[in-house]
């Protein structure tokens, strides 16, 4: 099972930033997908997810301002991410678990490598 994020880069405050996950090694289509980002000297901490019938659930600091959206034909998933803040930056985690959504990390067991996210003020 692999997961592999991308879309990351730097971006102007105010500005979006589109992310992709693309899942390989099995059939993700009874996942549920998520992504958490992660700060230095921060703990990851869940930022949005996506259940296989598309169900959403996102933290509340990116909660009007983000959409997480799934391609399940061809396990991809994405996340758009707007008006973005400083406060944003981090490297950017997808993961994925069987079925249900959940924001604690430790329960997710396939995660991809990360994309970083820089925003400048």
């Known amino acids: 099972v692999q997961l592999q994020a991308s879309g990351g880069g730097l971006v102007q405050a105010g500005g979006s930033v589109r992310l992709f996950c693309a899942a390989s090694g099995r059939t993700f289509s009874s996942y549920a997908m998520a992504w958490f980002r992660q700060a230095p000297g921060k703990e990851r901490e869940f930022v949005a997810a996506?259940?296989?019938?598309?169900?959403?659930t996102y933290a509340d600091f990116v909660k009007g301002r983000s959409t997480i959206s799934r391609d399940s034909a061809n396990n991809v998933m994405y996340l758009q991410v707007n008006s973005l803040k400083p406060d944003d930056t981090g490297v950017y985690l997808c993961a994925a678990r069987e079925f249900v959504i959940v924001t604690r990390p430790g329960s997710y067991p396939y995660w991809g490598q990360g994309t970083q996210v820089t925003v400048s003020s």
């Open positions: 996506i259940t296989w019938s598309g169900g959403t």
